[in-house]
Nanobody, 116 residues
Framework: QVQLVESGGGLVQPGGSLRLSCAASGFTFKNYAMSWYRQAPGKERELVARITSGGSTTNYAASVKGRFTISRDNIKNTVYLQMNSLKPEDTAVYYC?????????WGQGTQVTVSS
């Protein structure tokens, strides 16, 4: 079955960095765009970044542009989110996501906390 498993979250100080990973299985990973979303308590889930199937095009939320980088390895079936210059407002659960005609799929999320 389709599975998306996030890892790499944790506690980091403002200005610090983290790299999130999402390991995908159960589908032909290289054929699909992948996204990262995040959700803070009491707020709606928001799109953070998206990458096309071949990795040639990326899109970012304005709030993270210039600080975050999405990338993928189609051999390892993994998508990454490199997060630099982290701010307290980046604190959220981060989710890996993909969509294809038969359905939408989400990982379980990984917690990122940015605090002194």
């Amino acid at each position: 079955q389709v599975q998306l498993v996030e890892s790499g979250g944790g506690l980091v100080q403002p200005g610090g960095s983290l790299r999130l990973s999402c390991a995908a299985s159960g589908f032909t990973f290289k054929n699909y765009a992948m996204s990262w979303y995040r959700q803070a308590p009491g707020k709606e889930r928001e799109l953070v970044a998206r990458i096309t199937s071949g990795g040639s095009t990326t899109n970012y939320a304005a709030s993270v542009k210039g600080r975050f980088t999405i990338s993928r390895d189609n051999i390892k079936n993994t998508v990454y989110l490199q997060m630099n210059s982290l701010k307290p407002e980046d604190t959220a659960v981060y989710y890996c996501y993909t969509r294809f005609p038969s359905g939408n799929y989400w990982g379980q999320g990984t917690q990122v906390t940015v605090s002194s």
